[in-house]
């Protein structure tokens, strides 16, 4: 499908881009809906992913909210393109799930043992399973040693046949989960997962949505072989159109040239898995310098710090901040890519805003 008629440009691209993933503050249920994924990550600096994506999208938002009001809402814990929270529908969708690991006797042996006492308990801590079971130590994925009844607990989950409850102090807790009496359609149920994909990183040049598409071979193993055709659909389903010699996919129906996608007055820091600055690649193409996650990077290798937040003003992502909180004081270190940040009035207000906002935000932390 080819939309617009008048040639996109790059300007109405990134334009588009910014207005339509930072929507107007919601409910934290609805924004979690209207995004269709949010990505989890464990580390606070000064708070966690999931929470900094919220913050701008949801009404009075405060660090925590997620987890706090977790069990009360619609929602998932579990892996999609990555790990993160998604619509319980959304998530249905992918289950029930077969690991690419095949399970030997004993690990059913011990999954049947657990699944008996979870159904018995309700809901359990890792703590609790691994004081009943003595499962003992296991070497984890980066070479470490973990308790073994958390990566058991992981693996049933992952399988589906546990759901996370909720979080004890960060811990996740774990509940049986229902398997749904009605199974999904493979070929429908890659369809609806791909429109998640391209609702929340649209617009999506065309490698980044067959990559996203790969990706899906974490959450729906079990369909890995349909990815080809789904991408197939997709770029069909989809409006289009090239931007620079890439083409763009967008959900049909939108249009990125439409006026109605002016930027505002507002500076915004954002989380490093922000929907709109996640594709490295469009990020460098929409405005014109890399940015790197390196929280992982050796801090004598690190360009702009540990967990340097994307700076956005306007629709232009000018810069970018490392903030942290010294006995209860917000610090913020900015740096710009033209080295010194915009003399305008304007966007002067707009950063104390920000920052007051980005205060209020943490006051539960």
Avoid at 28 to 42: C, E, N, S, W
Avoid at 63 to 78: F, K, T
Avoid at 131 to 140: D, E, P
Avoid at 287 to 312: D, I, M, N
């Amino acid at each position: 499908m080819r939309c617009p008629e008048v040639p996109l440009t790059l300007d109405a691209l990134r334009r588009y881009a910014v207005a339509r993933t930072l929507f107007a503050p919601t409910t934290l249920g609805r924004a979690i809906t209207k995004l269709g994924f949010v990505q989890a990550d464990p580390i606070r600096a000064p708070a966690r992913a999931q929470d900094l994506t919220l913050r701008h999208r949801v009404k009075g938002y405060r660090a925590g909210d997620l987890e706090r009001r977790y069990s009360a809402l619609n929602i998932e814990e579990d892996f999609f393109v990555n790990y993160g929270f998604l619509p319980r529908a959304t998530q249905a969708l992918m289950h029930p799930r077969t690991s690419r690991t095949e399970l030997t006797a004993a690990r059913r042996t011990q999954m049947d043992a657990v699944l008996s006492y979870v159904q018995e308990r309700g809901v359990v801590h890792p703590r609790e399973v691994d004081a009943h079971f003595a499962h003992g130590k296991s070497r984890n994925w980066f070479g470490g040693s973990s308790n073994a009844s958390t990566q058991l607990l992981d693996d049933m989950h992952y399988r589906g046949l546990l759901r996370i409850a909720g979080r004890v102090s960060g811990v996740r807790t774990y509940a049986e989960q229902v398997t749904p009496e009605e199974l999904p359609d493979p070929h429908k149920a890659m369809d609806l997962l791909v429109d998640v994909i391209a609702h929340k990183y649209a617009p999506l040049s065309e490698r980044s949505l067959g990559e996203l598409i790969s990706h899906l071979r974490g959450g729906a193993p079990q369909w890995a072989h349909l990815r080809r055709e789904a991408l197939a659909r997709a770029k069909v389903r989809l409006a289009s159109d090239p931007v620079d010699g890439q083409t763009y996919y967008w959900p049909a129906g939108e249009n990125p040239a439409s006026k109605r996608y002016a930027p505002t007055e507002a500076v915004r820091l954002l989380a490093p898995f922000d929907p709109l600055v996640w594709d490295r690649r469009r990020f460098e193409h929409l405005w014109g310098w890399a940015y790197r996650f390196e929280a992982y990077t050796p801090a004598p290798k690190r360009v702009r710090g540990y967990y340097a937040l994307p700076l956005l003003w306007r629709e232009q992502v000018i810069g970018w901040g490392n903030a942290t909180v010294v006995d209860g004081a917000l610090q913020v270190d900015l740096g710009y890519v033209a080295g010194k940040p915009p003399r305008e009035t304007a966007y002067q207000t707009a950063l104390a805003d920000e920052l007051d906002c980005l205060r209020a935000f943490l006051q539960s932390v």
